[in-house]
């Protein structure tokens, strides 16, 4: 939606602020590459589509919410190390954009690395959504990498198939396009409504929390059989 990214690099020593603490819960989490600790009860009506992490390389990252609530949010972010132990590497105010999306990119990455992330509101008892995602190992490494994939996620019908694929152990999340059949949507809104009614299911906010991902698009982003620009004029003088 072309909002504009604030951008952010960890430090293994930060100064915590006074605002609202996220909580244990997230500090002492698992380093599992597995989404099974990402569970439905995790999901608030604050942030109704969840978290999502993409673009990782073996520095930077790109994290990303929804907040459709009114209190000053906060990113905490936490290296876990061996055992599962977490330690927070950043935590700060992060801005939230027009329509309510939250887009922040955090440098300073350890290459190969796993991380967990929350975004909170800054008020005690503060609603909190979570999620994990692993730097990408260096460019010499030969580590092999597992992959989990979907494609053709067709609006309406049941994505157990996601489910699945969260609770499994994965580095990494391909969307390869059709993630929603937006046929016949003219507006921004039109395709915003069609984006959330897939995103808000517990299958996307369990698999994107789960780990990061790489997406592309087919067709039904914005038409069946769709191909160029046609039908996209409306939705462009929006912007």
């Given at each position: 939606m072309g909002h504009r990214k604030s951008e952010a690099r960890l430090s293994r020593r930060v100064l915590l602020s006074g605002g609202a603490a996220l909580g244990a819960s997230f500090l002492a989490g698992c380093g599992s590459r597995s989404g099974a600790d990402f569970t439905e009860d995790s999901i608030t009506p604050q942030f109704p589509l969840g978290v999502a992490s993409g673009d990782v390389s073996d520095r930077e990252a790109a994290l990303w919410t929804r907040y459709a609530g009114e209190l000053p949010l906060r990113i905490s972010v936490a290296l876990v190390g061996a055992g599962g132990v977490s330690?927070?590497?950043?935590?700060?105010?992060?801005?939230?954009?027009?329509?309510?999306?939250?887009?922040?990119?955090?440098?300073?990455?350890?290459?190969?690395?796993?991380?967990?992330?929350?975004?909170?509101?800054?008020?005690?008892?503060?609603?909190?959504?979570?999620?994990?995602?692993?730097?990408?190992?260096?460019?010499?490494?030969?580590?092999?990498?597992?992959?989990?994939?979907?494609?053709?996620s067709r609006n309406g019908l049941s994505f157990g198939a996601l489910l699945q694929a969260a609770a499994r152990e994965a580095d990494l999340h391909l969307f390869l396009g059709d993630t929603v059949y937006a046929d016949g949507s003219i507006s921004r809104e039109d395709f915003r409504a069609r984006w959330t009614e897939n995103l808000g299911t517990a299958a996307y906010r369990r698999l994107r929390a789960a780990r990061s991902s790489l997406a592309t698009w087919d067709d039904h982003e914005i038409a069946d059989g769709w191909s160029g620009s046609a039908g996209l004029d409306a939705v462009q003088s929006e912007h």
């Open positions: 330690e927070r590497v950043m935590d700060e105010p992060v801005a939230v954009a027009d329509g309510g999306f939250v887009p922040l990119r955090v440098q300073g990455l350890i290459p190969g690395a796993q991380y967990r992330y929350a975004f909170a509101e800054n008020a005690p008892g503060g609603a909190t959504a979570e999620g994990q995602f692993r730097a990408a190992p260096p460019a010499w490494s030969r580590e092999r990498l597992i992959f989990s994939a979907s494609a053709c």
